[in-house]
Structures are given as C-alpha cells and as structure tokens.
C-alpha cells in the first residue's frame, strides 16, 4: 500500500469524512491527518471505527470518531450536529459512505433490495447531509465539501451493477454540481468520480474483471484509495481554492 507522504498544507483544517472506516474513506482520513488536518472518523462499526483513529494517533492532530447509521434520518441528521459541534465548526466535510452490495452479503441481495440500499444510504443521506453541512458552512463564512461520484456514470456499464452504480452515482454528480451553484462563492463543493480501484472487492475479483481493469485502464493498473485520497486532499485545499461544481476523475484515463 502506498502511503500519502506528510507535509503541512492543511494544518489547522477542521475535517470529518463520511464513510472512514474502510476502502478510500480510510485512506482519505489518512491523507488528511497527514497533511495536519484534525479528522473526525465516521462509521457504523465502533471496533473499525477505533482502527482508523489510533492510526491517526500521534501525529498532532485532532482526531475523534462519531458512530452513525446513514440507513437512520435521525441518526444521520445527529451525524452532522454533533460533528459541527465537536471543534466548533468545520472547514471541509467528505461524503464518501456508501452501502456495499459488491462484498459480504450484498451480492446476496435481489436488484430491489439493493437499489433501495444503495439510494437511501449513497443518495438521500449525501443530499441531506451536505445541505445541512454546507448550509452551516455558508453561515459560517466558508468551507469545503467533496462527494463521491463514479466515472462511468456519465458513460455506462453494462449489468445489474453498472445500472444500480450508474443511476445512484450520477444523482450525486449532478446534486454536487447543483449543490456547488446554491452555495457558491462561500463554501466550494466538488467530487471525486473513481474508476477501477483496488478496494474488498478488487482485492478478489475473478481473473476476467482483473483483465478487464488492465485493458480498459491506459495507466495498466488497479487504482489504489490513496490515489483517491490524494485527489480528495487536494479538493478540500488551498491549491483548489477556484474549483468548485467539478467532478475529478481519479480512474488512470479509462473514461474519454
């Protein structure tokens, strides 16, 4: 695994990333506690939950973690209270949570099943959440905000995941874009759109999808979280200070 290396460009930022606890919201939790942020770690999972935050440990930041079920308006609309009351404010909230129908049980699960899990918990809870936040963040005079998307949204993917991942990233896409016009110029609002990353399902995909990856992918391999993590940093920063309603495609040139 590829560390993000440390520096100092967000120091004094005041983070929470949505969906920390694995995968690239990990990593991202990572990256910016490396980059000097303070991080609050959000998961369902007390035990993974408690993972991340001794890995940030030590490094002379802030970090906390706050447990919320994004499945629960309430416990999600808590989410948000209680990270804004934390350290007084933040400066950048990540949405990166989402359900995974790829791993566990989830491939288990019917379409119907599956579509109602993913739309409640990657769409209606990012909506929600980051209306919330970046209301706050607007009276507050700014702040950041950076969703997740995915590449071939925009383009398409044959099968019941490219149609279920298709229609519930490209709502957060355009909600980004539309979220950026409503609170513009204070608070900037972005995502990242990842291709083929290395994430629990990558790490087993059958012979076939790890070729498919390698064709489809001009950099000729897997991307890895940090990749994203390092793309996610760099949104919530000063360097990206004129950015705002993009999407940024973290996929190594596989959607032209």
């Known amino acids: 695994m590829s560390e993000v290396q440390s ?19 990990r990593a991202t939790a990572l990256a910016l506690a490396h980059a000097g942020a303070d991080v609050i ?94 209301r706050r963040m607007a009276d507050a005079g700014g702040g950041a905000i950076v969703t997740m998307g995915w590449d071939q949204a925009e383009t398409g993917m044959e099968g019941d995941s490219g149609e279920l991942f ?37 790490e087993t995909a059958p012979p076939e999808w790890q070729d498919r990856v390698l064709r489809e992918t001009p950099m000729r391999r897997w991307g890895l979280p940090e990749d994203v993590a390092r793309a996610a940093a760099f949104l919530v920063g000063p360097s990206s200070g004129f950015l705002t309603g993009q999407i940024l495609r973290v996929d190594g040139g596989a959607v032209r």
């Open 7 to 25: 520096d100092s460009s967000l120091r004094g930022l005041r983070c929470a990333v949505i969906g920390a606890t694995s995968g690239i919201g």
């Open 41 to 134: 770690v959000h998961g369902r999972n007390l035990e993974a939950a408690v993972r991340v935050v001794r890995e940030i440990e030590g490094r002379g930041t802030r970090v906390a973690s706050i447990l919320a079920d994004l499945r629960s308006r309430e416990q999600g609309d808590r989410l948000v209270a209680n990270a804004w009351k934390l350290w007084d404010g933040l400066d950048a909230w990540l949405h990166f949570a989402g359900a995974d129908v790829l791993t566990g049980e989830g491939p288990d699960l019917s379409f119907e099943a599956k579509l109602d899990l993913l739309w409640e918990v990657d769409v209606v809870a990012a909506i929600r959440l980051c209306r919330d936040v970046g």
């Open 166 to 202: 298709g229609a519930v990233k490209g709502a957060v896409m355009a909600f980004t874009r539309s979220l950026a016009l409503s609170l513009a110029p204070g608070v900037r609002v972005n995502g990242v759109a990842p291709g083929w990353i290395q994430t629990a399902w990558g």
